[in-house]
């Protein structure tokens, strides 16, 4: 193999590292990809750390110890998240997003891949030291979102649904009271949850939250233990919800009477 | 600003180009954000393109013309492909995995946020030149592989719903057949599709091939037009499908009798 210069190394290297978020690389692993020494190595991944931090990219950073290596974390700065949120509430305020029964339409934008990134790279930032090992959300909406968020946090998605499906095989199901007056059931397998894990719940609205406070008694089912609650969107109407210690990155105050368009806003740790 | 080195600038260029998929850059704008000339800009895009090129990771490409610049596309080499769709065939047939009903348990993969990106970066490569403008899935287990499908392509992800629900507004609502038997709903938000978009379909299983064949009908309710179908897992039988034309990365031939693993291998076009 020719030898590898360094201005061919770091385009792949940067790859390699972005392509896993939150995962961590040996050195080794670069050095035998490239034919390089790991000083040289260890040069290269400065030079893209550097090239992150100077241009608000997320952080490459370099863990010691035995199990020590380098890894991306998609951390974005707290003016690019204030910047997102905001581009975010102008979007979700623009007019004709109000349906019957006061609720906000959001499809389009919850499930754009782009956005469902950008939250899921904030929730993630706010998680990390948590170290769940998984996330748990419920069908559907809320699932672009938690699967970035897994993405970002390098663990695996777990989906509770409505019903247990045949192709589930045996589920475990609970009742959950939705919308502060109707019961509903939902289920997952079995199989999905270890007990003792550690669970992260993402989802992309939250008003009464009796869902989140089903997804947390689903949990205790399992004997799993619940780290995080982060939604996307909370109402701030009730202001008492189900479930406790709740994160939401925007607040949806309510309605303009008179043109329906939402006010809705950043949460104010973020402001 | 300092004046920045070629070695400081390769990975912000490389982390920005990844970061949008399928999305054309002009010059204009990496020389703005490095202060450099088109020119220099040009031979740095030579160099992350040839490290992607030597290492299999995507193809940065050049596209001529007023609407023109660089981008970058997720398409893995045929090698590539090859072992991402073995290593997942010797993942499905391990033991367990079969459920009553001759079903599949495929959530925990379908689910894995890595796995996804893989298979949408598979699909995604099959599409380009049909230009599809969104994604389009039915609820649940296939959102995760069609999310990342729409981020590969830069297109939006549309979810059709079992029910229509409150919070997504007026919605056309179609009946197709399930399993060969059952007369089951399918519903969509009125705006989400405009008349005359081209649609890509994607699942993450096929059987009879109903639950497809329902989504073309529902995009030919929005006079959209569909111009692929592709799954994750097509099983061999039936052999005759609902729905023409459906592109499967994966056949599941059966199980075998004593030890009930998946027998199950990719499809032919791959091999």
Do not use: W
């Not at 792949?12 to 990809?33: D, G, Q, S, V």
């Not at 030291?129 to 938690?146: C, N, Q, S, W, Y």
């Not at 897994?150 to 989906?159: E, G, K, Q, S, T």
């Amino acid at each position: 193999m020719d030898k590898i210069k360094r201005n061919e190394r770091l385009g792949a290297l940067t790859k390699l590292l972005i392509n896993t978020p939150n995962r961590i690389h040996t050195l080794n692993e670069f050095c035998a990809l490239f034919g390089a020494a790991k000083s040289t190595v260890s040069e290269d991944i400065d030079l893209v750390s550097q090239s992150f931090a100077r241009f608000d990219l997320g952080v490459i950073e370099t863990v010691a110890g035995a199990a020590g290596g380098v890894r991306y974390r998609a951390i974005p700065s707290r003016e690019k998240t204030r910047r997102v949120l905001d581009e975010l509430a102008v979007r979700l305020s623009e007019p004709g997003r109000m349906l019957p029964g006061g609720f906000l339409y959001t499809s389009d934008i919850t499930s754009e891949s782009a956005t469902a990134q950008a939250m899921g790279e904030i929730l993630a930032a706010r998680y990390y030291d948590r170290k769940p090992h998984f996330v748990l959300t419920m069908e559907t909406k809320g699932i672009p979102i938690a699967l970035m968020t897994a993405r970002m946090l390098d663990v695996p998605l777990v989906i509770a649904r409505r019903d247990s499906r045949a192709y589930e095989g045996s589920a475990v199901k609970i009742n959950y009271v939705s919308g502060g007056e109707r019961i509903e059931t939902m289920a997952l397998a079995r199989r999905a949850v270890a007990s003792g894990q550690r669970a992260l719940i993402i989802d992309d609205f939250m008003k009464g939250g009796g869902t989140l406070q089903g997804m947390v008694d689903l949990m205790e089912e399992f004997s799993a233990e619940v780290v995080g609650v982060g939604v996307m969107i909370a109402t701030a109407r009730p202001e008492r919800k189900r479930v406790d210690g709740a994160n939401a990155l925007l607040i949806l105050e309510g309605f303009e009477p008179d043109t329906g368009r939402a006010i809705i806003h950043p949460a104010e740790e973020y402001l």
